[in-house]
Every structure is written in structure tokens, then in C-alpha cells.
T-cell receptor
Framework: DTGVSQDPRHKITKRGQNVTFRCDPISEHNRLYWYRQTLGQGPEFLTYFQNEAQLEKSRLLSDRFSAERPKGSFSTLEIQRTEQGDSAMYLC???????????FGPGTRLLVL | AQSVTQLDSQVPVFEEAPVELRCNYSSSVSVYLFWYVQYPNQGLQLLLKYLSGSTLVKGINGFEAEFNKSQTSFHLRKPSVHISDTAEYFCAVRKDSNYQLIWGAGTKLIIKP
């Protein structure tokens, strides 16, 4: 069991550029979550997948943000036309249906200049 | 709407002393409660969880927490802290209608030698 992995671990980009992050959940987990964490705050929920279906999206997820999980395994989170306010740690977690615990990856730290 | 309040942003404590990190939540329905720890430059790791049953929950690294329904609290305790416990601790509650976690702002545990 290799745990949840995220790639890249760090990303620096210029305002207006697009970025894409990848999350690989624990292999048998059918639920996948994206959260965003800014300095001094707890994580904030962004979106949630059960298998390939995106079942919930936070109002924090503006139309510049899109997430996919095409085959119910890995997921991508894309941010278009990045803004300085998008600078944060983006966390991915996975869980198994019927089990309450979410397991977190190490996160992708985004800095928008 | 559910919310989680961690009353202290930082808790300094001497090594080998006991510690309590406070967490209160607001919810009109039954909830599941979690404590996660985030060591410097690492991802979130589950310390312990309350789902049902005994209100005293034991977790990893000698931590325990007590669920108090009447006070809507879930305080985290350790009888004797070690320098390696230096980290940020997050309390979270599972939203009743889905699997989204609602998080507190975190408490930094600072161990003084």
C-alpha cells in the first residue's frame, strides 16, 4: 500500500498561466477529495468524486477550476488563468466507501507570482 | 451549517508535561469527529477518530480524545509530550449529508525543552 501521492509537490507559475495537478489515490479507494489549505488555516473542501462521478463541488471552486477523474482512479485538478489568490497548498485525500477515514497525500504547494 | 472551532492557535508546553488541545463543533445532528496531525513539511496524518460507542478514543503516539455531546467538544489530550510532538493539530467533523470534512483552523503545539 503506497498511500496517496500527488504530483508535482511544488509549482511556481506566473499569473494568468494554467496549471494542472495530479493525485493518485490508494488503489482500492473509490472516493477522492480535493481540499485547499492556505497559511494559518485548516483545509477547505473543494470537490469530491465517487468513482468517476463528481458528486459535490464547493462554491470555492470557481469556473477557473476543473477537476476530473476519468477512469475512477487518478484525478487531475486544473486551474486556468491563475491569480495570486490561488497560491495555497492543494491537498488530495482518498477513502473507501463505508470507511470514514480519509487518507491524505503530501500536497502540491502552488505559488502564483 | 456545521463549523469547528479550535480555541487556541498556539499551545506552548514544556517537554514531559501534559497537554490539552481544545476543539468545539456545532452541529444539529450526529457527527463523526477526527483529529489529524501535520508535521512540518508533511501531509495530514490521522491521529484518532470518534464514530460511535465509547466517548474516550485512543489514537496513535499516546494521544486520546473525549467526545462530549452535551458540550459539543472533542478535546485532544496527551499525558506527557515529547519534542517529536511538535506539529500542527487539526480537528475536523464530517458533514452529515456527505463525506466532506469541515476543519478547524489548527493549533500549533510548541514543545519547550
Amino acid at each position: 500500500d503506497t498511500g496517496v501521492s500527488q504530483d508535482p509537490r511544488h509549482k511556481i507559475t506566473k499569473r494568468g498561466q494554467n496549471v494542472t495537478f495530479r493525485c493518485d489515490p490508494i488503489s482500492e479507494h473509490n472516493r477522492l477529495y480535493w481540499y485547499r489549505q492556505t497559511l494559518g488555516q485548516g483545509p477547505e473542501f473543494l470537490t469530491y468524486f465517487q468513482n468517476e462521478a463528481q458528486l459535490e463541488k464547493s462554491r470555492l471552486l470557481s469556473d477557473r477550476f476543473s477537476a476530473e477523474r476519468p477512469k475512477g482512479s487518478f484525478s487531475t485538478l486544473e486551474i486556468q488563468r491563475t491569480e495570486q489568490g490561488d497560491s495555497a497548498m492543494y491537498l488530495c485525500a482518498s477513502s473507501l466507501e463505508g470507511v470514514e477515514t480519509q487518507y491524505f497525500g503530501p500536497g502540491t504547494r502552488l505559488l502564483v507570482l | 451549517a456545521q463549523s469547528v472551532t479550535q480555541l487556541d492557535s498556539q499551545v506552548p508546553v514544556f517537554e514531559e508535561a501534559p497537554v490539552e488541545l481544545r476543539c468545539n463543533y456545532s452541529s444539529s445532528v450526529s457527527v463523526y469527529l477526527f483529529w489529524y496531525v501535520q508535521y512540518p513539511n508533511q501531509g495530514l496524518q490521522l491521529l484518532l477518530k470518534y464514530l460511535s460507542g465509547s466517548t474516550l478514543v485512543k489514537g496513535i503516539n499516546g494521544f486520546e480524545a473525549e467526545f462530549n455531546k452535551s458540550q459539543t467538544s472533542f478535546h485532544l489530550r496527551k499525558p506527557s509530550v515529547h519534542i517529536s510532538d511538535t506539529a500542527e493539530y487539526f480537528c475536523a467533523v464530517r458533514k452529515d449529508s456527505n463525506y466532506q470534512l469541515i476543519w478547524g483552523a489548527g493549533t500549533k503545539l510548541i514543545i519547550k525543552p
